[in-house]
């Protein structure tokens, strides 16, 4: 098993930079049949919180691509909450990581942010947010110095460092990031990238889980109309942004509003990514939410 967790730290590493820049396209297409030929084994319920960086990574890079495998990667990266979170095995490979890289390439390299980014993910897929928080905004200002404002990776930090916060409990922090990011987005004439687009989205849901169900509503029927005439009806996040306004509007007492939205949505997702997928059972999920509210 330890050498199943090591395999999945040096893939994990090994992605560096933004899933979304053209500029490491190369280097990660180079990477993906080590990755997928790894993703054949057998994993267990503790392999899925270890393993979950790695699979967003891969399926984002492939959702950027017009890979239909996204869906799978994706789909397992969504799975990450089903399992108890012990990144104990995993922990010290990625912190040696870091001290490495800081050794050899200096601490403004690409390869040594990307490594303390993926750091503080693990700990908040094992539940340990809050110790990541402080590094946050030191973090992105040294991405910032380094890469600069505009760079993908950069632009990338404002969703994977304002999740982190909001997972922690600081809502203010996490809305800030997500802010910054969305201007910055427009400000260099990105607002149409599907990481931009996602990031509408986690900043929408912020608002939502803040109270500010009006605002949330709104920047979800923005961001979904956005992911509809770039991706499609039945695309995998098209459908959650469908998802995430369907919970704004029930938190606002209204279920009579979205159940035909989520009749068609259900039945686009089972369709489109499968009746297993974690999208589609989300869906379902909140269907029977709304019909219970509406009874």
């Known amino acids: 098993m330890q050498a199943r967790y090591e395999a999945a730290a040096l893939l994990t590493l ?3 930079g933004s899933a979304g820049d053209p500029a490491q396209a190369h280097r990660w297409s180079a990477l993906m049949p080590h990755v997928t030929a790894f993703s054949r084994h057998r994993f267990t319920g503790e392999d899925i919180v270890s393993l979950s960086i790695l699979w967003g990574k891969v399926g984002m890079f492939f959702a950027v691509a017009g ?53 503080l993910a693990l700990h908040e897929r ?11 905004k030191q973090l992105l200002s040294d991405c910032v110095r380094a890469l600069g404002a505009d760079h ?46 996602v990031l509408n989205v986690e900043m929408a849901a912020a608002y939502r889980d803040s109270g500010a169900l009006h605002l949330a509503e709104e920047l979800l029927a923005a ?15 098209t459908l959650l942004a469908v998802a995430n306004r369907a919970l704004a509007q029930l938190a606002a007492g209204d279920p009579t509003q979205v159940s035909g939205t989520l009749e068609t949505a259900v039945s686009d997702s089972a369709r489109s990514l ?22």
């Open 67 to 119: 890979d239909e495998r996204h869906k799978e990667y994706l789909d397992r990266f969504f799975r990450r909450n089903e399992a108890q979170a012990d990144v104990g095995p995993v922990l010290p490979l990625f912190e040696a990581a870091v001290a490495e890289r800081r050794r050899v390439l200096g601490p403004d390299h690409l390869d040594t942010l990307s490594a303390r980014v993926d750091l």
């Open 126 to 136: 094992a539940g340990r947010a809050g110790r990541a928080v402080p590094s946050v």
């Open 223 to 237: 961001a979904e109309a956005d992911l509809r005439r770039t991706r499609g009806g039945h695309d995998l996040f």
């Open 152 to 197: 993908f990776f950069t632009l990338d930090m404002y969703q994977d460092l304002g999740n982190i916060c909001k997972e922690a409990g600081d809502t203010d922090l996490a809305l800030e990031l997500f802010q910054r990011g969305a201007a910055d987005y427009r400000r260099f004439g990105k607002e149409d990238h599907l990481f931009a687009q």
């Open 274 to 295: 499968g009746e297993v997928h974690s999208m589609t059972r989300w869906l379902r999920e909140i269907r029977a939410a709304a019909r219970k509210s509406a009874s």
């Open 14 to 16: 090994a992605l560096t």
